[in-house]
């Protein structure tokens, strides 16, 4: 089931959440295991079979980390081993194994049928033991087992820990209703909507040409190239942002309050700022449970950029089992490593405004490229792309205009064909070159949804916000006007369901 | 103005909740798709014939020994001719608007699959297809008109169910309720759909449709999803080998006006891409044909007449009176360059 399609917005949440409160006049405990069979519904919807996977993840996790409890310290420690190489096992055999066979054998494998969420469960098992090994705690299995299968980020995200949600469902004043969190988390689900079914979808549809050529082996304009890249990043950022933010918005109709994903990283003005802001959850778990045990940046330089390099890497390869995916983690090490140089060596100086503006395009422009990567059907596609962004091998002048974005304009004389065809090819269009830099602007110039609703839970830091004032949210006829102007527009679209793009990672 | 947040909630659940219940009125009292049987506006434009067919066979499904895939060019050959021709079997026709391989081939594999698990077979296939419109985009479940059933798809019933009932189509709601309230026989004033690419049937859901505006003539072969549509094709005509199907594949005769839209050549290697596959049936476009206004509806679809005359021309091999030519069986052949 999908946060964006009729049957979850009319009929899964409204009964979830009135049965969980139900349920809480009289146990906490039965309302935290009706919310776990719940949100456990909502996963086999998808596929009922793989239901037992977050089923025994559960049982399985639970049971390791009552025995770490209960263990010496030696014993408790290999027992968190044990648990997270089991965790990671599990991972790969249904991640990785077909991809690691094809290195082996040298023989192409199709995409592997990963169980739903299954990368999200890992990494929030890992930390789950790592937090009970480390405070000697675990909690009762009935809030464990909400906070594993909560359906608000069972699927995608954020990223949750112990020990910022167990806290949270174990006080009791959040078993009533809390109508400023309802009002909260009704505005905070439609404005993700809207950036899911309004922005990313349509983007959507002029990145889908670009890409599938080059997986035909067919070489596009360099604008094409280009406008592919620049659009699958916009259809990344309000798809992925749309769908944390639909999350922390249903997270506060049960007055659970998930951490913050996205803190307006196309405002970013360095790779390092960027990955502050972009999946922060991610970046977070990646340096608490990767970088930091790697010696993060207490050995030196060369060896905090190698840290830096690995650690994204596997940030990569968790996206997917690919060759695609390796590269854009790697590239955005790299990156990253240069970055952390460039810092070192410039000091902290205070940068001029034109330089500012400069850091900003070279940071949105490195994160575009890596885009390349990260949505191209395999490597020799990628590449490519790059050589076409370059200017090199790009494709002859279409012949005709395939697409139909702007045969409207060209048919009233607004539009030259002429022109379409010579600078955009048969892949791109005038209309989805203005559609992509609205989208750009939307990100860049308005404050982020979190921003307008003043919500701070796991910020990363406060520097990035930009003051709203008076315009900040409130319960107010405008915001009502406005928050069901977004449904208006969300509703017309309802029944062209979208699955979210980090649904296959 | 300043709410409590209980009012500012509650506000906001009642409005998604009357919208939703609007919608879904709507879509069940007046059901452009033909999908909820109350037939209070029974005059349609948008009925999901794809459905439709699906069901109306299913119902007759033992009797059936052959299968007719089209096109709406199809509704030009006559079910009855076509069955006294191939043995007196009974066909069901699966001929829709904008229809592709795309459509054809869940049916036919649906079919083939039922059968067998009875223990019998389908005798023979009719496939007519518009080869001057291989490769474009298919509409094949873009539309609720043009959505296949979930026995086609592997689709969640629930998910089908849910799009009919919450489907926003302003404009097919407004046209069947005026439809309700003209004089018998009367029509709205509906604007001439031009072929190619796209159906004669009207959208209105659909959204702009993928008209190429040519600085030349089409090339058939360089359409995004030909590769990909032959490979159907292909699987078509395995499927038909494999379990001793007879099968008829037939090109759709082209006017002359339709066929300026394409490069000829290139619509003769993709013919030759076809004929790769199975041996057909092309039509062409003989120019005494496209000459005689009374043998075609508009310049995209062609008349019953037209239609007896592919039947026998294929049945017993006898060309129309007068005609010197009109459909070449081709053998299987070697693919174009494009079609390997």
């Known amino acids: 089931m999908l946060f964006n399609s009729p049957e979850f917005i009319f009929v899964f949440l409204p009964a979830a959440v009135v049965l969980h409160f139900l349920l809480a006049r009289h146990s906490v405990a039965a309302a935290c295991l009706t919310t776990t069979i719940t949100s456990l519904i909502f996963y086999l919807w998808w596929r009922p079979p793989f239901v037992l996977l977050p089923v025994l993840s559960i049982l399985v996790n639970f049971a390791l980390g009552s025995w770490i409890v209960r263990a010496d310290a030696l014993t408790a420690w290999r027992l968190m081993i044990l648990g997270i190489c089991g965790n990671m096992a599990v991972l790969i055999y249904f991640k990785y194994a077909d991809f690691l066979l094809s290195i082996v054998t040298g023989m192409p494998v199709g995409a592997p049928k990963v169980p739903l969420a299954l990368s999200f469960t890992t990494f929030v098992q890992i930390a789950f033991l790592v937090d009970v090994w480390r405070r000697r705690e675990v909690g009762r299995f009935d809030q464990y087992s909400m906070f594993v299968a909560f359906f608000p980020h069972l699927i995608a995200g954020p990223i949750v820990r112990w020990t910022e949600l167990g806290p949270q469902i174990a006080e009791p004043s959040r078993y009533r209703v809390d109508w400023n969190n309802v009002a909260l988390g009704l505005t905070i689900f439609l404005f993700g909507l809207a950036k899911k079914m309004l922005i990313a979808d349509p983007l959507g549809e002029f990145v889908a040409p670009v890409f599938d050529a080059a997986a035909r082996g067919e070489a596009v304009t360099a604008a094409a190239a280009w406008g592919g890249a620049l659009a699958y990043s916009g259809q990344l950022y309000f798809d992925f942002s749309g769908y944390s933010e639909m999350a922390i918005g249903l997270g506060l109709l049960f007055n659970l309050r998930l951490p913050i994903n996205f803190a307006a990283p196309f405002r970013a003005t360095s790779i390092v700022d960027f990955w502050r802001r972009w999946h922060v959850s991610l970046s977070r778990f990646l340096r608490d449970f990767v970088y930091v045990p790697l010696g993060g940046s207490r050995r030196g330089p060369s060896r905090t950029a190698v840290n830096l390099v690995a650690t994204v890497t596997i940030g990569g390869l968790w996206h997917g089992a690919g060759w695609t995916f390796i590269a854009w983690g790697a590239w955005n090490g790299v990156l990253l490593a240069i970055n952390h140089a460039w810092l070192q060596w410039r000091g902290s100086a205070r940068p001029t405004r034109i330089k500012t503006l400069l850091s900003w395009l070279a940071t949105f422009v490195a994160f575009a490229i890596g885009m390349v990567f990260f949505r191209a059907a395999d490597m020799p596609s990628a590449i490519l792309l790059l050589k076409n962004m370059a200017g090199i091998d790009t494709a002859q002048p279409a012949t005709a205009i395939i697409l139909h974005w702007d045969i409207w304009g060209i048919r009233r004389g607004y539009l030259s064909d002429e022109f379409i065809r010579q600078v955009f090819g048969s892949t791109w269009s005038v209309v989805g070159t203005v559609w992509t830099l609205g989208a750009l602007a939307i990100a860049l110039l308005l404050p982020e949804t979190i921003e307008w609703m003043d919500y701070r839970e796991g910020e990363p830091h406060s520097a990035w916000r930009r003051p709203v004032g008076e315009y900040a949210w409130r319960p107010s006829a405008a915001w009502l006007v406005l928050t069901l102007a977004l449904f208006t527009g969300v509703f017309y679209q309802i029944n062209r369901v979208s699955e979210f793009l980090y649904y296959q990672f | ?340």
Request: hydrophobic share 40%.
């Open chain 2, 1 to 340: 103005m300043r709410l409590t947040p209980k009012f500012y909630a509650l506000t906001l659940i009642a409005v998604c909740f009357i919208s939703l219940a609007v919608v879904v009125a709507a879509n069940v009292l007046i059901d452009p798709q033909r999908m909820f049987g109350l037939e209070l506006f029974p005059n349609k434009r948008n009925e999901n014939l794809r459905y439709a067919q699906y069901l109306a066979y299913r119902k007759v499904e033992p009797s059936i020994g052959g299968l007719m895939f089209a096109s709406s060019r199809g509704s030009g050959i006559p079910l009855d001719v076509l069955s006294a021709r191939t043995g007196g079997v009974r066909y069901a026709d699966f001929t829709v608007g904008a229809g592709m391989i795309t459509d054809h081939l869940p049916v036919l594999e649906r079919a083939i699959r039922d059968k067998a698990a009875r223990g019998e077979r389908l005798k023979q296939v009719f496939l007519l297809l518009d080869v001057d419109l291989l490769g474009e985009r298919p509409t094949t479940n873009r539309n609720p008109q043009t959505q296949l059933h979930p026995d086609l798809t592997g689709e969640d019933p629930v998910r089908f169910w849910v799009r009919y009932l919450t489907a926003i189509q302003f404009r097919a709601w407004r046209d069947d309720v005026r439809r309700a309230s003209l004089p018998k026989g009367a029509d709205l004033d509906e604007p001439v759909i031009v072929e190619p690419p796209l159906p004669r049937i009207r959208v209105a859901t659909l959204g702009p449709l993928p008209l190429p505006i040519p600085k030349e003539p089409m090339r058939v072969t360089a359409r995004p999803d030909y590769q990909r549509q032959l490979g159907l094709i292909r699987r078509f005509a395995e499927l038909c080998r494999e379990h001793g199907v007879n099968l008829t594949i037939a090109t759709s005769p082209i006017h002359r006006i339709t066929l300026s839209y394409v490069d000829i050549n290139d619509l003769m290697a993709a013919v030759a891409d076809v004929s790769g596959i199975a041996p057909l049936w092309d039509f062409g476009s003989p120019a005494w044909l496209s000459d005689r206004h009374d043998l075609w509806a508009d310049h995209s679809h062609f008349t019953d007449e037209v239609g007896r005359m592919m039947i026998e021309r294929i049945a017993t091999g006898a060309l129309p009176p007068g005609a010197l030519q009109f459909g070449v069986r081709r053998p299987a052949a070697e693919p174009s360059a494009t079609g390997r």
